[in-house]
Structure formats: C-alpha cells, structure tokens
C-alpha cells in the first residue's frame, strides 16, 4: 500500500469510528470520553516522551490512563497529537491495545503552523470535532493511577451547565526525591476552586520539607496535575478564550494557551464553578531523563 492509499485508509478509519462509536451505555446513559494530550515535544526529556516504555509489560504512561479510564466507566479514548509521531503513536497503541478503537486529532492540523505547540487550549480546541459527551482531560505522560480516574469518572458525569472538576494530588505525593519543578497550586474553599497559580520551585529539601516558590508548605497542598472534566458547553468558553489569546499573541514565537490558565480566567469570571476532589494516589511522571530510571522502579509491580 502506497503512502497516499494507506493515509486515506486511515483517514476512513477515522472517520468510521466516528460515525459508528456509541456514548450510550448499558444503562442508557452517556459515556464520557477520555481526552489524552499527547502532543508535546518533550524537549527537557529528549525525546518521545509520550511513548516512553515505563511499565513492566513495555507501557506507557498513556496505556495504564486507557485502561484506568475504561475500567472506570469511560467510553472511548480521544488522542491529541502532532503529525510527525502519529504513526509511532498508532503502531504503540495497537501493540499494547489490540483490537480497541482510539480517534487521533493532529494539533499541527488546527494552526497556525507552529515549531512549538500553542499549549493545552489549544490541543483541546484541536479536538473539538470528536468531543461529542462530557469528557476527562490528562497529559499523556503522566501516572495517575485507578482511583483518579474513578473519581473523574463520577464527576464527570455528574456536570451540569458551567461546571468542571479537577482531580487534584496532594504536593507531597507529586515532588520527585531530587530536583525542583512546577506545579499548579490550586487553592479551594468550600470544595471550589478560587484560584490556580503555576509556581516554579516546588522541590523537596534535604530535611524532608516541601517548598513553593521559596516557600514552605504543607504536604497535603492541593495541585492540579491537568486531570480536568468538563462538559461540552465549556469548549464555546475555551473559543472565546483562544480567539483572545491568539490576538494578543500571535507574533509571539513561545507562548501558550494553558489550559489551567483559561480555567483560572473563567472562574474569576464567574462563568465557571470547578469542583475540586482529592486523589490519593501517587502520581509518577517524568520531566528529566534521570526520572526515566525512578518512573520504571514505581510502576514495576503495576
């Protein structure tokens, strides 16, 4: 088969599993989707970091999401990437799921033409054609385990008009042993999200304590490691947001329209109520190729 023939072949596929996939379970109720951004570059990283074998079994950070989610309730599985790894995405995705149906949208394809991606919004936005329920939003290379993907699950399909929900990790529990990083601090009250502040240095110290931007804190302090459910009508607000940005930012070579950003914005807005629980699972992931080694050592009984 020819380059042309096998790329219209898959994109009958595609459009096949549109046309045929059911949100409608056993009980007669909608099935949620499972978003997964997968589109990054993994500059820090070095390389395909959505791809990268950390599971005794050769997985991906992204398979134990798939089969959590759907274990969970999910329905189908909706993949954002980026032209260049769609076909090592595809060939990984029917090594370690055969026979299961996934929707692939291509970030590049939204525009404009870009070296970097324009950020999660953007990546959302990328897969609006195929977001036809309430669906959950995660990073491909991130571990979040089976009980966040449970309560994503009840959320998620509890949504009414104008709300979200983030399932959020304890710091304490996603702070690798060395080095600092970032994370998106939330703070709640009532169960809601006030505020959500991406905070550089948040790293362990020799003495065991956890700091924030020079600052001390608390093990138990909430942050968002992007596991977000949402309902349709949240993508009109998210256009709205991205047509903002992208006009303030068009000429400007490394910006990104981050989806915990535009969350934040909508909330003060009053225009988004973000109910926040807490997951008690560890979260695994990598930023660094020496996490690579310290990722497969975790998840080794997985």
Known sequence: MDGDVAEQASDQLLTDCVGSRAFVGDDGNVQPILVIMAAGLGSRFG??????????????????????????????????VRTDIEEDVRAHLAEQHPGQDFL?????????????????????LSAVDLITAPFAVINADD????????????QVSGLEAGEAANVAFEMGKTVPPRGAVTRALTAVEDGRLTAIVETDGCERMEDGSLM?????????????MNLWCFGTDALADFQERWDVFFAEHAETPKAEAQLPTVVGELVDAARMVVKVVSSPEQWIG???????????SALADR
């Open 47 to 80: 390389g395909v970091k959505q791809l990268a074998r950390v599971g005794p079994n050769e997985e991906a950070f992204l398979d134990f999401s798939i089969k959590d989610a759907l274990a969970a309730g999910f329905g189908s599985v909706v993949l954002i």
């Open 104 to 124: 692939m949208a291509r970030q590049d394809e939204l525009g404009p033409p870009r070296d970097k991606p324009w950020g999660t919004l953007h990546a959302v």
């Open 143 to 154: 571990y979040y385990g089976p009980e966040s993907f449970r309560l994503a699950f009840e």
């Open 212 to 224: 924030a931007a020079g600052e001390h804190v608390a093990e138990d302090t909430p942050v968002s």
């Open 286 to 296: 990598i930023t660094n190729p020496e996490d690579f080694e310290l990722a497969k």
